[in-house]
């Protein structure tokens, strides 16, 4: 076989043996293993080091608009830790008449006391206002198992012996989720490269399922609101939570400040005393101040007291743009994109929300 028919079991990029500095490089050697890999996935697979290698947007219209050729099943998967910022806007524009099932993965990082079947219903109904009506929602955690065994069995349903793809944004654990069906229901000795940094998988990598169909794993799509694309490696390991989430309450008054680390600034304006519950990763710091001092603090303390983001990259971070939101009385939620959420249950406020220029701040209704 020519080596440039090659592609890494890692990420899915044809393998190359001159340039090294180029993506899909490997040594003449590792092509004689069984299922060889690439030199970038072997040091994020061994070493964990960060790999900044992404496909440009036209590559990602490419592959979608190709499954949208196809007679497959879908599978979008997202985040529900970060529902809206892993969202992959406009896929039924992209993949015409075929089926999407819609998996949530990391339902591991929410509270234990979280009511699944109320969960689903609000997955299908936020779905539902973003233009999609998936046949089935599936909630599952590529990290310990759950509902993988669901999966399977939904995918058999609606796939009908057809191809399937999985898509999804960068960070949403496409990739684990795929490896974990590998371990538990087929071959164990492909194993796709994962990590915390955004685009692992550079194109599509092929699973066979049987003689007539496979499992398709597509780069994620970066969605460049989320704020893990604006730290370094090191802070991004307190940002995205390995752990189930322990909400921090704050009982607050009017015209209070509350800085998440550096990241994210939530002023309480205006409205009766209240509880702001932050469901954000157990490793991020939460600073309480009067909001006449608010300016003064950020100004400061960035990179210290307010962090991460370190001193490195503070000076970047040091403008962020201001939302202003009229929380309506009822449970609704400050979604931060990337970062979390603010759940708020009372009677109504007035709330403006900072955030690093180019994330996003959202209002929706309460998920938990």
Known sequence: MDKHDIHCAGCGIAIQTTEKEKTGYAPESSLQREVPICQRCYRIKHYNEASTVTLGDDEFVRILNGIGQTHSLVVKVVDIF????????GLPRFVGNNPILLVANKVDLLPKNVNRNRLINWIRKSASDLGLKPVDVILVSAR??????????????????RDIYVVG??????SS????LIRQFGESEMDITTSQ????????????????????????????DQIVHRVTPAELKLVMPDKPIKPKVYQLKQEQTLFIAGLARVDFVKGENQSFVFYVSNGLNIHRTKLERADEIYANHLGEML?????????????????????PPGDFDLVISGLGWVALHGSGANVAVYVPKGVTASLRPSLI
Not at 307 to 321: D, N, V
């Open 169 to 174: 944004v960068t960070n949403v654990g496409k």
């Open 307 to 327: 962090s991460p983001p370190g001193k490195e990259a503070a000076e970047s971070m040091s403008r962020l743009e201001k939302f202003t939101f009229k929380v």
């Open 177 to 180: 989720l795929i490896n974990r």
């Open 82 to 89: 970060d529902f809206n910022g892993s969202w992959l806007r």
């Open 197 to 224: 940094f955004p685009g692992t998988t550079l194109d599509v990598i092929e699973i066979p399922l049987d003689d007539k169909s496979s499992l398709y794993d597509t780069p994620g799509i970066v969605n460049r």
């Open 144 to 161: 310990t198992g759950t509902g993988i065994e669901r999966l399977v069995e939904a995918m058999n349903t609606h796939r009908k012996k």
